[in-house]
Protein backbone atom coordinates (compact mmCIF):
# COMPACT_ATOMS: atom_id res chain seq x y z
CA UNK A 1 0.00 0.00 0.00
CA UNK A 2 2.89 2.40 0.56
CA UNK A 3 4.19 2.46 -3.28
CA UNK A 4 1.45 2.28 -6.01
CA UNK A 5 2.20 0.72 -9.73
CA UNK A 6 3.60 2.43 -12.42
CA UNK A 7 0.19 3.00 -13.87
CA UNK A 8 -1.28 4.41 -10.81
CA UNK A 9 1.64 6.99 -9.76
CA UNK A 10 1.92 8.30 -13.78
CA UNK A 11 -1.90 9.23 -13.07
CA UNK A 12 -1.01 10.88 -9.82
CA UNK A 13 1.64 13.11 -11.31
CA UNK A 14 -0.22 14.56 -13.90
CA UNK A 15 -3.09 14.84 -11.87
CA UNK A 16 -0.80 17.24 -9.58
CA UNK A 17 0.84 18.86 -12.09
CA UNK A 18 -2.68 19.63 -13.24
CA UNK A 19 -3.76 20.80 -9.71
CA UNK A 20 -0.39 23.01 -9.21
CA UNK A 21 -0.77 24.78 -12.73
CA UNK A 22 -4.60 25.36 -12.42
CA UNK A 23 -3.64 27.32 -8.78
CA UNK A 24 -0.74 29.26 -10.59
CA UNK A 25 -3.30 30.36 -13.36
CA UNK A 26 -5.78 30.73 -11.27
CA UNK A 27 -4.96 32.14 -8.00
CA UNK A 28 -5.70 35.66 -8.96
CA UNK A 29 -9.09 35.10 -9.51
CA UNK A 30 -9.64 33.55 -5.80
CA UNK A 31 -10.70 35.39 -2.74
CA UNK A 32 -7.61 36.22 -1.11
CA UNK A 33 -8.57 35.25 2.60
CA UNK A 34 -10.91 32.73 3.23
CA UNK A 35 -14.87 33.06 4.58
CA UNK A 36 -14.39 32.08 8.03
CA UNK A 37 -18.21 32.00 8.62
CA UNK A 38 -20.25 30.31 5.82
CA UNK A 39 -24.01 29.12 6.55
CA UNK A 40 -23.77 29.94 10.22
CA UNK A 41 -20.93 27.15 10.07
CA UNK A 42 -17.78 28.19 11.35
CA UNK A 43 -14.35 27.81 9.55
CA UNK A 44 -13.16 25.11 12.19
CA UNK A 45 -16.64 23.47 12.39
CA UNK A 46 -16.66 23.01 8.55
CA UNK A 47 -12.83 21.97 8.08
CA UNK A 48 -12.93 19.21 11.31
CA UNK A 49 -16.34 17.58 9.60
CA UNK A 50 -14.63 17.47 6.34
CA UNK A 51 -11.87 15.76 8.04
CA UNK A 52 -14.10 13.13 9.66
CA UNK A 53 -14.70 10.46 7.55
CA UNK A 54 -10.61 9.79 7.11
CA UNK A 55 -10.57 7.95 10.43
CA UNK A 56 -7.72 5.84 8.46
CA UNK A 57 -9.47 2.64 8.93
CA UNK A 58 -10.65 2.39 5.30
CA UNK A 59 -7.81 3.30 2.76
CA UNK A 60 -8.82 5.81 0.00
CA UNK A 61 -7.92 6.21 -3.69
CA UNK A 62 -4.85 8.43 -3.95
CA UNK A 63 -6.81 10.17 -6.40
CA UNK A 64 -9.23 11.10 -3.64
CA UNK A 65 -6.76 11.60 -1.12
CA UNK A 66 -5.15 14.58 -3.71
CA UNK A 67 -8.47 16.00 -4.34
CA UNK A 68 -9.55 16.40 -0.95
CA UNK A 69 -6.41 17.95 0.02
CA UNK A 70 -6.26 20.43 -2.88
CA UNK A 71 -9.77 21.44 -2.52
CA UNK A 72 -9.07 22.16 1.05
CA UNK A 73 -6.17 24.06 0.01
CA UNK A 74 -8.35 26.26 -2.06
CA UNK A 75 -10.76 26.77 0.51
CA UNK A 76 -9.37 27.60 3.92
CA UNK A 77 -6.10 28.92 3.77
CA UNK A 78 -5.17 32.87 2.98
CA UNK A 79 -3.59 32.84 -0.92
CA UNK A 80 -0.54 34.41 0.07
CA UNK A 81 0.55 33.70 -3.77
CA UNK A 82 -2.24 36.11 -4.45
CA UNK A 83 -1.32 39.46 -6.59
CA UNK A 84 -3.53 40.86 -3.95
CA UNK A 85 -1.78 39.58 -1.25
CA UNK A 86 -0.15 42.80 0.86
CA UNK A 87 0.43 41.18 4.18
CA UNK A 88 3.70 39.16 5.62
CA UNK A 89 6.89 38.22 3.76
CA UNK A 90 5.39 35.27 2.15
CA UNK A 91 5.47 35.68 -1.77
CA UNK A 92 4.63 34.02 -4.88
CA UNK A 93 6.94 31.30 -5.26
CA UNK A 94 9.00 30.80 -8.42
CA UNK A 95 8.35 27.39 -10.22
CA UNK A 96 12.01 26.45 -10.31
CA UNK A 97 11.53 26.59 -6.31
CA UNK A 98 8.22 24.22 -6.84
CA UNK A 99 10.08 21.61 -8.78
CA UNK A 100 12.93 21.79 -6.42
CA UNK A 101 11.05 20.88 -3.78
CA UNK A 102 9.51 18.16 -5.93
CA UNK A 103 13.06 16.35 -6.26
CA UNK A 104 13.72 16.93 -3.00
CA UNK A 105 10.91 15.07 -1.68
CA UNK A 106 11.60 12.06 -4.03
CA UNK A 107 14.94 11.71 -3.92
CA UNK A 108 15.01 12.53 -0.22
CA UNK A 109 19.06 13.41 0.25
CA UNK A 110 20.21 13.17 4.11
CA UNK A 111 21.38 16.50 5.14
CA UNK A 112 23.52 15.50 8.13
CA UNK A 113 26.85 13.51 7.06
CA UNK A 114 28.36 15.53 3.87
CA UNK A 115 28.77 11.69 2.41
CA UNK A 116 25.07 10.93 2.27
CA UNK A 117 24.47 13.74 -0.03
CA UNK A 118 27.98 14.90 -1.60
CA UNK A 119 25.69 17.42 -3.98
CA UNK A 120 23.10 18.78 -1.22
CA UNK A 121 25.82 19.62 1.17
CA UNK A 122 27.80 21.27 -1.79
CA UNK A 123 25.83 23.17 -3.64
CA UNK A 124 24.65 24.84 -0.15
CA UNK A 125 27.85 25.77 0.48
CA UNK A 126 28.17 27.28 -3.27
CA UNK A 127 25.43 29.25 -2.39
CA UNK A 128 26.50 30.12 0.99
CA UNK A 129 29.96 31.46 -0.81
CA UNK A 130 27.54 33.65 -3.62
CA UNK A 131 25.27 34.83 -1.39
CA UNK A 132 28.58 35.80 1.07
CA UNK A 133 30.09 37.80 -1.78
CA UNK A 134 27.07 39.67 -2.43
CA UNK A 135 26.86 40.33 1.26
CA UNK A 136 30.68 41.94 0.99
CA UNK A 137 31.72 38.93 3.22
CA UNK A 138 35.11 37.09 1.90
CA UNK A 139 33.52 33.99 0.09
CA UNK A 140 36.58 32.44 0.57
CA UNK A 141 36.56 33.24 5.04
CA UNK A 142 32.79 32.72 5.17
CA UNK A 143 30.79 29.92 7.08
CA UNK A 144 27.45 29.27 6.65
CA UNK A 145 24.43 27.04 7.01
CA UNK A 146 21.00 26.62 5.81
CA UNK A 147 18.23 26.60 8.22
CA UNK A 148 14.31 26.52 8.30
CA UNK A 149 13.95 30.22 8.79
CA UNK A 150 14.91 33.64 9.97
CA UNK A 151 13.97 32.22 13.89
CA UNK A 152 16.46 29.42 13.80
CA UNK A 153 19.53 31.85 12.04
CA UNK A 154 18.75 34.08 14.58
CA UNK A 155 19.40 31.59 17.40
CA UNK A 156 22.22 30.52 15.44
CA UNK A 157 23.33 33.75 15.69
CA UNK A 158 22.87 34.45 19.18
CA UNK A 159 24.00 31.05 20.02
CA UNK A 160 27.31 31.41 18.37
CA UNK A 161 27.74 35.22 19.54
CA UNK A 162 27.52 33.74 23.06
CA UNK A 163 30.01 30.90 22.69
CA UNK A 164 32.51 33.86 21.61
CA UNK A 165 32.25 35.64 23.93
CA UNK A 166 32.33 33.08 26.55
CA UNK A 167 34.50 29.96 25.39
CA UNK A 168 33.56 27.93 28.42
CA UNK A 169 29.86 27.80 28.18
CA UNK A 170 29.47 25.09 25.64
CA UNK A 171 31.03 22.95 28.17
CA UNK A 172 30.27 24.07 31.59
CA UNK A 173 26.71 26.11 30.99
CA UNK A 174 25.54 29.06 32.13
CA UNK A 175 26.09 28.59 35.92
CA UNK A 176 29.82 28.56 34.89
CA UNK A 177 30.16 32.34 34.24
CA UNK A 178 29.84 35.00 36.39
CA UNK A 179 28.19 37.89 34.94
CA UNK A 180 24.73 37.93 33.07
CA UNK A 181 25.33 38.15 28.96
CA UNK A 182 23.41 41.45 27.84
CA UNK A 183 21.92 41.39 24.20
CA UNK A 184 20.69 45.01 22.30
CA UNK A 185 17.61 44.91 19.95
CA UNK A 186 15.58 47.81 18.61
CA UNK A 187 11.67 47.93 19.70
CA UNK A 188 11.41 47.03 15.96
CA UNK A 189 13.65 43.93 16.20
CA UNK A 190 11.98 40.59 15.59
CA UNK A 191 10.75 38.80 18.12
CA UNK A 192 12.22 35.67 17.60
CA UNK A 193 15.52 37.08 19.54
CA UNK A 194 12.89 36.94 22.99
CA UNK A 195 12.34 32.93 22.00
CA UNK A 196 16.08 32.63 21.73
CA UNK A 197 17.30 34.35 24.37
CA UNK A 198 14.23 32.07 26.60
CA UNK A 199 15.49 28.68 24.69
CA UNK A 200 19.11 29.83 25.21
CA UNK A 201 18.72 30.12 29.08
CA UNK A 202 19.29 33.47 29.24
CA UNK A 203 15.93 34.43 30.02
CA UNK A 204 14.41 37.66 28.32
CA UNK A 205 15.07 40.22 31.12
CA UNK A 206 18.88 39.32 29.04
CA UNK A 207 17.20 41.49 25.72
CA UNK A 208 18.04 45.15 26.00
CA UNK A 209 15.35 47.49 23.91
CA UNK A 210 17.52 50.68 22.56
CA UNK A 211 16.05 53.86 22.26
CA UNK A 212 15.14 54.64 17.93
CA UNK A 213 14.39 57.72 16.35
CA UNK A 214 11.58 59.11 14.83
CA UNK A 215 11.85 56.97 11.95
CA UNK A 216 12.12 54.21 14.11
CA UNK A 217 16.15 53.41 13.44
CA UNK A 218 18.08 52.19 16.67
CA UNK A 219 20.52 55.32 17.93
CA UNK A 220 23.73 54.17 18.03
CA UNK A 221 24.42 56.69 20.65
CA UNK A 222 22.04 55.29 23.10
CA UNK A 223 23.09 51.85 22.59
CA UNK A 224 26.78 52.79 23.36
CA UNK A 225 25.36 54.28 26.74
CA UNK A 226 23.24 51.57 27.46
CA UNK A 227 26.75 49.01 27.08
CA UNK A 228 28.48 50.91 28.97
CA UNK A 229 25.88 51.77 31.92
CA UNK A 230 25.51 47.70 32.12
CA UNK A 231 29.33 46.64 31.91
CA UNK A 232 29.66 49.48 35.14
CA UNK A 233 26.63 47.24 37.18
CA UNK A 234 28.44 44.30 36.16
CA UNK A 235 26.71 42.85 33.04
CA UNK A 236 28.14 40.96 30.22
CA UNK A 237 26.92 43.07 26.90
CA UNK A 238 27.88 40.35 24.07
CA UNK A 239 25.63 40.97 20.84
CA UNK A 240 23.90 43.79 19.28
CA UNK A 241 21.11 43.24 16.39
CA UNK A 242 20.28 45.73 13.46
CA UNK A 243 17.16 44.91 11.57
CA UNK A 244 17.28 45.90 8.02
CA UNK A 245 14.00 45.83 7.34
CA UNK A 246 11.59 45.17 9.90
CA UNK A 247 8.57 43.54 9.62
CA UNK A 248 6.33 46.19 11.26
CA UNK A 249 7.57 49.13 8.80
CA UNK A 250 10.59 48.17 7.21
CA UNK A 251 13.15 49.66 8.94
CA UNK A 252 16.78 49.95 8.25
CA UNK A 253 18.84 50.52 11.31
CA UNK A 254 22.44 52.18 10.61
CA UNK A 255 24.32 49.09 10.34
CA UNK A 256 27.44 51.05 9.99
CA UNK A 257 27.32 53.23 12.75
CA UNK A 258 26.00 49.95 15.12
CA UNK A 259 28.80 48.14 13.86
CA UNK A 260 31.55 51.02 14.98
CA UNK A 261 29.83 51.08 18.22
CA UNK A 262 30.00 47.43 18.30
CA UNK A 263 33.70 47.53 17.13
CA UNK A 264 34.42 49.77 19.93
CA UNK A 265 32.68 47.92 22.92
CA UNK A 266 33.79 44.51 21.53
CA UNK A 267 30.75 43.01 21.08
CA UNK A 268 29.32 40.74 18.13
CA UNK A 269 26.68 42.59 15.88
CA UNK A 270 24.50 40.66 13.97
CA UNK A 271 22.42 41.80 11.11
CA UNK A 272 18.94 40.25 10.76
CA UNK A 273 18.56 41.22 7.11
CA UNK A 274 15.99 38.62 6.75
CA UNK A 275 14.03 40.54 4.37
CA UNK A 276 15.63 43.69 3.42
CA UNK A 277 18.90 41.97 2.85
CA UNK A 278 17.71 41.12 -0.74
CA UNK A 279 18.39 44.90 -1.50
CA UNK A 280 22.06 43.50 -1.78
CA UNK A 281 21.06 42.25 -5.49
CA UNK A 282 20.02 45.49 -6.73
CA UNK A 283 23.38 47.86 -7.46
CA UNK A 284 21.45 51.26 -6.91
CA UNK A 285 19.78 49.80 -3.71
CA UNK A 286 22.47 48.25 -1.93
CA UNK A 287 23.17 51.44 -0.15
CA UNK A 288 20.21 50.92 1.77
CA UNK A 289 22.05 48.40 3.79
CA UNK A 290 25.87 50.12 3.59
CA UNK A 291 27.97 48.82 6.42
CA UNK A 292 26.44 45.26 5.91
CA UNK A 293 29.64 43.49 5.49
CA UNK A 294 30.79 44.94 8.76
CA UNK A 295 28.19 42.65 10.57
CA UNK A 296 29.71 39.29 12.54
CA UNK A 297 26.74 37.59 10.93
CA UNK A 298 23.74 38.06 9.07
CA UNK A 299 20.45 36.09 8.81
CA UNK A 300 18.55 36.12 5.06
CA UNK A 301 15.71 34.40 4.11
CA UNK A 302 15.26 33.27 0.71
CA UNK A 303 11.91 32.70 0.97
CA UNK A 304 10.98 35.58 1.49
CA UNK A 305 11.97 38.62 -1.00
CA UNK A 306 13.81 35.63 -3.12
CA UNK A 307 10.16 33.72 -3.71
CA UNK A 308 11.19 30.18 -2.66
CA UNK A 309 8.98 27.82 -1.33
CA UNK A 310 8.63 28.00 2.87
CA UNK A 311 11.31 27.62 4.27
CA UNK A 312 14.81 28.33 3.28
CA UNK A 313 16.69 30.75 6.19
CA UNK A 314 20.43 31.38 5.44
CA UNK A 315 23.31 32.26 8.81
CA UNK A 316 26.46 33.43 7.22
CA UNK A 317 29.22 34.30 9.78
CA UNK A 318 32.86 35.97 8.72
CA UNK A 319 34.29 34.12 11.79
CA UNK A 320 35.20 30.54 10.73
CA UNK A 321 35.64 28.20 13.11
CA UNK A 322 32.46 29.57 14.72
CA UNK A 323 30.03 27.01 13.84
CA UNK A 324 31.86 23.98 14.64
CA UNK A 325 33.08 25.18 18.25
CA UNK A 326 29.49 25.96 18.88
CA UNK A 327 28.01 22.89 17.42
CA UNK A 328 30.14 20.16 16.78
CA UNK A 329 29.69 17.12 19.10
CA UNK A 330 30.95 13.27 18.32
CA UNK A 331 28.61 9.89 17.15
CA UNK A 332 30.31 6.78 16.75
CA UNK A 333 26.61 6.53 14.66
CA UNK A 334 27.46 8.75 12.15
CA UNK A 335 29.17 8.00 8.46
CA UNK A 336 32.91 8.21 7.69
CA UNK A 337 33.71 7.79 4.41
CA UNK A 338 34.52 11.60 3.98
CA UNK A 339 36.73 11.71 6.99
CA UNK A 340 40.20 12.26 4.90
CA UNK A 341 38.92 14.57 2.66
CA UNK A 342 38.29 17.50 4.91
CA UNK A 343 34.82 18.45 4.22
CA UNK A 344 32.34 19.24 7.59
CA UNK A 345 29.96 17.67 8.18
CA UNK A 346 26.53 19.57 8.40
CA UNK A 347 25.06 18.03 11.56
CA UNK A 348 28.46 19.21 13.04
CA UNK A 349 28.04 23.01 11.63
CA UNK A 350 24.44 23.65 12.64
CA UNK A 351 21.77 23.40 15.11
CA UNK A 352 19.52 20.65 13.10
CA UNK A 353 20.58 17.31 13.02
CA UNK A 354 19.17 15.38 10.19
CA UNK A 355 17.32 18.01 7.48
CA UNK A 356 15.75 18.69 4.40
CA UNK A 357 17.65 19.65 1.57
CA UNK A 358 17.17 23.27 2.03
CA UNK A 359 19.10 24.86 -0.91
CA UNK A 360 17.79 22.86 -3.98
CA UNK A 361 15.14 25.40 -4.60
CA UNK A 362 17.19 28.47 -4.38
CA UNK A 363 20.13 27.14 -6.10
CA UNK A 364 17.82 26.35 -9.02
CA UNK A 365 15.75 29.39 -9.18
CA UNK A 366 18.63 31.36 -9.11
CA UNK A 367 20.51 29.29 -11.94
CA UNK A 368 17.48 30.43 -14.18
CA UNK A 369 16.63 33.98 -13.31
CA UNK A 370 20.26 35.00 -12.44
CA UNK A 371 21.06 37.84 -9.99
CA UNK A 372 19.80 40.29 -12.66
CA UNK A 373 16.48 38.54 -13.23
CA UNK A 374 15.71 39.10 -8.78
CA UNK A 375 17.10 42.72 -9.35
CA UNK A 376 14.65 43.56 -12.14
CA UNK A 377 11.84 41.39 -9.73
CA UNK A 378 12.86 43.79 -6.77
CA UNK A 379 13.31 46.65 -8.45
CA UNK A 380 9.40 45.97 -9.75
CA UNK A 381 8.19 44.98 -6.20
CA UNK A 382 9.74 49.00 -5.02
CA UNK A 383 8.68 50.32 -7.69
CA UNK A 384 4.75 48.95 -6.90
CA UNK A 385 5.43 50.57 -3.12
CA UNK A 386 6.47 53.57 -4.47
CA UNK A 387 3.19 53.90 -6.53
CA UNK A 388 0.97 52.76 -3.20
CA UNK A 389 2.25 55.39 -1.24
CA UNK A 390 1.37 57.98 -4.34
CA UNK A 391 -2.17 56.70 -4.30
CA UNK A 392 -2.61 56.37 -0.88
CA UNK A 393 -1.92 59.83 -0.39
CA UNK A 394 -4.46 60.55 -3.34
CA UNK A 395 -6.90 59.10 -1.69
CA UNK A 396 -6.39 61.07 1.73
CA UNK A 397 -4.72 58.41 3.62
CA UNK A 398 -1.41 59.71 5.67
CA UNK A 399 1.81 56.87 4.93
CA UNK A 400 3.58 57.44 8.71
CA UNK A 401 6.60 54.93 8.47
CA UNK A 402 10.02 55.73 6.31
CA UNK A 403 11.64 53.18 4.61
CA UNK A 404 12.59 53.05 0.87
CA UNK A 405 11.82 49.40 1.54
CA UNK A 406 8.03 48.50 -0.20
CA UNK A 407 6.53 48.21 3.16
CA UNK A 408 3.62 51.11 3.59
CA UNK A 409 1.74 51.82 7.00
CA UNK A 410 -0.78 54.57 7.07
CA UNK A 411 -3.59 56.14 8.60
CA UNK A 412 -7.09 57.77 7.67
CA UNK A 413 -6.18 61.28 6.77
CA UNK A 414 -9.36 62.40 6.17
CA UNK A 415 -13.04 64.15 8.17
CA UNK A 416 -12.37 61.27 10.87
CA UNK A 417 -9.66 63.21 12.92
CA UNK A 418 -8.72 61.01 15.94
CA UNK A 419 -11.05 58.94 15.58
CA UNK A 420 -9.97 57.82 12.13
CA UNK A 421 -6.39 56.88 14.03
CA UNK A 422 -7.91 54.73 17.13
CA UNK A 423 -7.09 51.03 16.99
CA UNK A 424 -10.53 50.62 16.94
CA UNK A 425 -11.01 51.92 13.06
CA UNK A 426 -7.55 50.89 12.06
CA UNK A 427 -8.31 47.44 13.28
CA UNK A 428 -11.76 47.45 11.47
CA UNK A 429 -10.55 48.60 8.36
CA UNK A 430 -8.71 45.80 8.39
CA UNK A 431 -11.21 43.43 8.69
CA UNK A 432 -13.31 44.89 6.27
CA UNK A 433 -10.79 44.67 3.91
CA UNK A 434 -9.84 40.95 4.42
CA UNK A 435 -13.60 39.54 4.85
CA UNK A 436 -13.98 41.10 1.43
CA UNK A 437 -12.16 38.63 0.06
CA UNK A 438 -10.50 41.43 -2.30
CA UNK A 439 -7.13 41.84 -0.61
CA UNK A 440 -5.44 40.75 2.57
CA UNK A 441 -4.03 43.80 4.55
CA UNK A 442 -2.80 43.79 8.33
CA UNK A 443 -2.46 46.65 11.42
CA UNK A 444 0.77 47.05 13.10
CA UNK A 445 1.25 49.42 16.55
CA UNK A 446 4.13 51.80 15.84
CA UNK A 447 6.19 53.90 18.24
CA UNK A 448 4.66 57.21 19.04
CA UNK A 449 2.62 56.99 15.45
CA UNK A 450 0.52 53.83 17.37
CA UNK A 451 -2.19 52.16 15.31
CA UNK A 452 -1.87 52.03 11.74
CA UNK A 453 -2.39 49.93 8.71
CA UNK A 454 0.21 47.67 7.11
CA UNK A 455 0.66 46.47 3.27
CA UNK A 456 3.74 45.21 1.70
CA UNK A 457 4.54 43.91 -1.65
CA UNK A 458 5.53 40.99 -1.02
CA UNK A 459 5.17 39.19 -4.70
CA UNK A 460 6.64 39.76 -7.60
CA UNK A 461 3.15 39.34 -9.71
CA UNK A 462 1.64 42.45 -8.34
CA UNK A 463 0.89 45.10 -10.87
CA UNK A 464 -0.81 48.39 -10.94
CA UNK A 465 -3.78 47.08 -11.27
CA UNK A 466 -3.94 44.94 -7.86
CA UNK A 467 -2.12 48.51 -5.87
CA UNK A 468 -5.74 50.26 -7.49
CA UNK A 469 -8.04 47.77 -6.66
CA UNK A 470 -6.24 48.09 -2.83
CA UNK A 471 -7.12 51.51 -2.59
CA UNK A 472 -10.25 51.17 -3.43
CA UNK A 473 -11.57 48.31 -1.28
CA UNK A 474 -10.02 50.67 1.42
CA UNK A 475 -11.71 53.45 0.71
CA UNK A 476 -14.85 51.15 0.41
CA UNK A 477 -13.84 49.80 3.89
CA UNK A 478 -13.52 53.35 5.38
CA UNK A 479 -17.21 54.91 3.92
CA UNK A 480 -18.87 51.54 5.20
CA UNK A 481 -17.34 52.29 9.20
CA UNK A 482 -18.51 56.18 8.57
CA UNK A 483 -21.41 55.48 7.72
CA UNK A 484 -22.40 52.84 11.08
CA UNK A 485 -24.22 54.57 13.43
CA UNK A 486 -22.03 56.24 16.30
CA UNK A 487 -18.72 56.07 14.28
Same mark, same amino acid.
Given at each position: ???QDAETRRALWDRLAAAIEKYLNGVSE ?17 ? $? ?50 ? &? ?21 ? @??QHLVRAFAGRFGFDPGRTEGTFTSGG ?18 ? *?? $? ?36 ? @? ?19 ? $?? %? ?5 ? !? @? ?18 ? #? ?11 ? &? ?6 ? +? ?7 ? *? ?28 ? *? ?6 ? #??? =? ?9 ? !? ?10 ? =? ?5 ? !? ?19 ? %? ?8 ? $? ?38 ? +? #? ?35 ? @???? *? ?12
Amino acid at each position: MLMQDAETRRALWDRLAAAIEKYLNGVSEARVAPELIVGGMDGMGAI $REALAPFDFERPVAPAEALDFAVDGLWRWQVHTPHPRYFGLFNPATTPMGIA &ADALVAAFNPQLAAWSHSPLAAE @VEQHLVRAFAGRFGFDPGRTEGTFTSGGAEANHTALVTALNRAFPEI *GR $RGLLALRSQPILYVSPEAHHSFLKAARLSGLGTEAVRE @VRVDSSLRMIPEDLRTRIRED $RE %AGLAPFL !V @VATLGSTSAGVVDPVADLAQ #VADEEGVWLHADA &AWGGAVAL +VPELHGVIE *GIARASSITFDAHKWLSVPMGAGLYLTRHA *GILERTFR #VSA =RYMPREAASLG !VADPYAHSMQWS =RRFIGLK !VFLSLAVAGWEGYAEAIRHQT %AMGDLLRQRL $REAGWVVVNDTPLPVVCFVDGGGGGRAGRSAAFVEGVAQE +V #VGSGEAWISSVVLGEVGPALRACITNYRTGQEDVEAL @VASL *GRARERLWSRPGS
